[in-house]
């Protein structure tokens, strides 16, 4: 058992030392597919990070038609913060609005001298788990605020949830669209170039079979060449991910004034670039059986 | 040792390659297949090793019915057949010496009994000296002689080959017919298939004569 283990391993790498060629086109084919799949992969959870961090603006604003005394507030914030679909309360009393809405007048503010702190209503603003940022969740919270009767007016930019909400679909349906057809792509080019690879050693498929080769006994070298394979590619690709984030990525969106302020581009994490590797080994190994199927014929 | 019932191969309506062939072969005989191009000799070889199918039929070796067997079980015919081509069927990319051992790491030997064997079969056809080159170094008789080791070096029951002086002068043809004599002479059943009657009168043995897919002479010298 041990022996044949060594025997196919042995004769794996030796096909790979005899066809440098061909196992260079394999492995480089198989690199640019990964690393196109990946690049879309990575450009797909940028966006859903910046949707998401857009999405920390979805808060629901309880105006108060008498703000509550210290004695209500409290219970008030522990009832508003039970709700299942809330993350935090936080309290803007009627002076902190003032004071808020001075600091936006900014050169402005003079206007304000004299103005009573009356003026602005005191407030709840009520922000959303993440899960509940959406328009049923934001619903859900102000049907709950609604029956407290304390509150006179709900605020919860309705129209700027549906345009984000269409946004984040439309970005999900071409993504799956263009995500599909990368997907197809990579895979239909990395299996003809196996099957052009393999077409090319088919003599040494029909001599292996002439001397009583099982099926298995052909196949197995091959299918461990196409997993190496797959695994320098995954690697390959992987490293030339990184590099070209860290050099090229990061430093032009830092330059590049689109750029939200804040926002940081992020790379795969540990765990997906681990799943790129073990995908660029199940593609070569997939790709070679698949393709052995139609050279390999007792 | 080959037994063939009425055997027929059809290629579609219109393309008939053998057709009702009821045949015997003894253990231990040499049998020559002969008759022009497209008479049916190379289908009657593939045959026996499980290449193709018979269309209609039965074909028994060594009292197996081989018609009968599933894709799992032909490499182990095979294992019992050595077969050489007149164009050699060699891996271009390896020695002599993986050349040959091949075969019989394809069966699952062991190294060291590979290397012992390989030399021996590599010895009887006078190329225990050219065991690290590649075959395209070597002339067209000397690759057919690796072709014949390869075949021989797992000590087969019946010895097939298609043509083997096909692409050979006369004189290499019959340095080639030796190697298959002392083969016939070790109890292997040999089966050649040739259009070249020089062969027959210099090599006098018994002559099945094949036209447009009939057995049309069976003949003992």
């Given at each position: 058992m041990l022996e044949n283990i060594r025997y196919f391993i042995r004769r794996a790498l030796r096909n790979m030392r005899q066809w440098p060629v061909l196992c260079s086109a394999a492995i480089l084919t198989m690199a640019v597919a990964l690393a196109t799949v990946a690049t879309f992969f990575l450009v797909v959870i940028n966006i859903q990070g910046l949707a998401s961090s857009w999405s920390e603006e979805v808060q629901v604003v309880a105006y108060f038609q008498q703000p509550p005394s210290r004695n209500q507030l409290a219970p008030l914030v522990r009832k508003v913060e039970a709700f299942p679909d809330v993350k935090q309360v936080i309290y803007v009393s009627k002076t902190e609005a003032l004071k808020r809405f001075k600091t936006r007048l900014g050169d402005d503010a003079g206007l304000l001298e004299g103005v009573s702190r009356d003026l602005l209503p005191a407030s709840l603003e009520v922000t959303l788990k993440a899960k509940s940022r959406n328009r049923a969740g934001v619903e859900r919270v102000v049907s709950l605020?609604?029956?407290?009767?304390?509150?006179?007016?709900?605020?919860?930019?309705?129209?700027?949830?549906?345009?984000?909400?269409?946004?984040?679909?439309?970005?999900?349906?071409?993504?799956?669209?263009?995500?599909?057809?990368?997907?197809?792509?990579?895979?239909?080019?990395?299996?003809?170039?196996?099957?052009?690879?393999?077409?090319?050693?088919?003599?040494?498929?029909?001599?292996?079979?002439?001397?009583?080769?099982?099926?298995?006994?052909?196949?197995?070298?091959?299918?461990?060449?196409?997993?190496?394979?797959?695994?320098?590619?995954?690697?390959?690709?992987?490293?030339?991910?990184?590099?070209?984030?860290?050099?090229?990525?990061?430093?032009?969106?830092?330059?590049?004034?689109?750029?939200?302020?804040?926002?940081?581009?992020?790379?795969?994490?540990?765990?997906?670039?681990?799943?790129?590797?073990?995908?660029?080994?199940?593609?070569?190994?997939?790709?070679?059986?698949?393709?052995?199927?139609?050279?390999?014929?007792? | 040792m080959i037994q063939l019932f009425n055997v027929t191969k059809s290629y579609g309506k219109e393309s008939v390659a053998l057709r009702e062939m009821t045949v015997h072969v003894e253990k231990g005989e040499f049998v020559y297949v002969t008759g022009p191009s497209g008479a049916g000799k190379t289908t009657f070889l593939s045959m026996l090793y499980g290449a193709t199918k018979p269309t209609r039929g039965q074909i028994l070796i060594n009292g197996t019915n081989i018609t009968r067997m599933t894709g799992r079980q032909i490499p182990y015919l095979r294992r019992k057949i050595g077969v050489?081509?007149?164009?050699?069927?060699?891996?271009?990319?390896?020695?002599?010496?993986?050349?040959?051992?091949?075969?019989?790491?394809?069966?699952?030997?062991?190294?060291?009994?590979?290397?012992?064997?390989?030399?021996?079969?590599?010895?009887?056809?006078?190329?225990?000296?050219?065991?690290?080159?590649?075959?395209?170094?070597?002339?067209?008789?000397?690759?057919?002689?690796?072709?014949?080791?390869?075949?021989?070096?797992?000590?087969?029951?019946?010895?097939?080959?298609?043509?083997?002086?096909?692409?050979?002068?006369?004189?290499?043809?019959?340095?080639?017919?030796?190697?298959?004599?002392?083969?016939?002479?070790?109890?292997?059943?040999?089966?050649?298939?040739?259009?070249?009657?020089?062969?027959?009168?210099?090599?006098?043995?018994?002559?099945?004569?094949?036209?447009?897919?009939?057995?049309?002479?069976?003949?003992?010298?």
């Open positions: 605020l609604k029956k407290d009767s304390r509150f006179n007016d709900l605020r919860f930019g309705q129209e700027w949830l549906e345009r984000f909400e269409n946004f984040v679909d439309l970005l999900k349906f071409v993504g799956l669209i263009l995500g599909s057809f990368f997907l197809f792509a990579a895979l239909f080019i990395v299996s003809n170039t196996i099957k052009l690879t393999l077409y090319a050693r088919r003599d040494e498929l029909e001599i292996m079979a002439l001397v009583g080769a099982t099926k298995r006994f052909i196949q197995i070298p091959f299918l461990l060449e196409g997993a190496l394979q797959g695994l320098i590619s995954g690697l390959l690709s992987l490293g030339f991910l990184g590099l070209s984030f860290k050099l090229l990525v990061q430093k032009s969106l830092q330059s590049f004034w689109l750029t939200p302020v804040g926002f940081d581009p992020v790379f795969l994490a540990g765990n997906q670039q681990l799943i790129l590797v073990v995908c660029g080994v199940m593609l070569g190994l997939l790709g070679s059986l698949f393709s052995l199927r139609k050279f390999v014929r007792l | 050489v081509f007149q164009d050699f069927k060699l891996l271009g990319s390896r020695t002599v010496y993986e050349n040959v051992a091949f075969a019989l790491e394809a069966q699952g030997k062991k190294r060291y009994e590979v290397s012992k064997k390989v030399y021996q079969a590599l010895k009887e056809v006078g190329l225990e000296h050219r065991l690290q080159r590649r075959p395209i170094e070597l002339s067209g008789g000397e690759q057919q002689r690796i072709a014949i080791a390869r075949a021989l070096v797992v000590d087969p029951l019946i010895l097939l080959a298609d043509e083997p002086s096909g692409n050979l002068d006369q004189e290499v043809t019959y340095e080639i017919m030796e190697l298959f004599k002392h083969a016939h002479a070790r109890g292997t059943t040999v089966l050649l298939a040739t259009h070249d009657h020089s062969l027959y009168k210099r090599f006098p043995k018994r002559v099945l004569g094949l036209e447009d897919g009939r057995l049309i002479m069976d003949h003992q010298p």
